[in-house]
């Protein structure tokens, strides 16, 4: 095998292996929350779609429904689920009757403001608590590499 083929075989298995790292990193990130979402009896794209509420209240349904990339019918019928359950208010828009803005409750702008991150956040600080001042620095000083040489390779 040249050289070249053998460097291309090495970065598509180097390649494989970051994926598999990556999507381990982000499932035990993502465990914690997903754990409290189910408690909530929430599924994801009720979350997604209350964190689009929360960063833009007074959303109308149009624009929620292309920010969570999901079809109109669908948000529609997340929207009413969340509605009854008191976690947003719709409300007519004061310049034009016809069109509805979906507000998010207090209890929902907690959640998603407070918790979230630190439910997300949380395995990674004890992660990094546990690593020495050393393997931080390796890890943090890897990845700014890694993302500068994906924002570069287009």
Request: hydrophobic share 40%; net charge positive; no cysteine.
């Amino acid at each position: 095998m040249n050289q070249r083929l053998q460097t291309r075989t090495e970065i598509a298995s180097l390649v494989a292996e970051i994926e598999r790292h990556l999507g381990g990193i982000r499932h035990a990130m993502r465990k914690p929350l997903e754990a409290a979402v189910s408690t909530g009896e929430l599924t994801m794209p009720q979350r997604a779609v209350m964190q689009v509420v929360v960063r833009n209240p007074g959303i109308n349904l149009r624009s929620l429904s292309q920010e969570v990339s999901l079809a109109h019918s669908t948000v529609s019928g997340i929207i009413d689920r969340l509605e009854k359950r008191g976690m947003v208010k719709r409300r007519s828009d004061a310049a034009d009757g016809r069109v509805g803005r979906i507000y998010p409750t207090a209890e929902v702008q907690k959640f998603v403001r407070d918790l979230i991150p630190k439910l997300t956040r949380g395995p990674l600080e004890k992660a990094l608590e546990k690593a020495s001042l050393q393997d931080r620095a390796t890890i943090e000083q890897a990845l700014r590499r890694l993302r500068e040489l994906l924002e570069n390779a287009v």
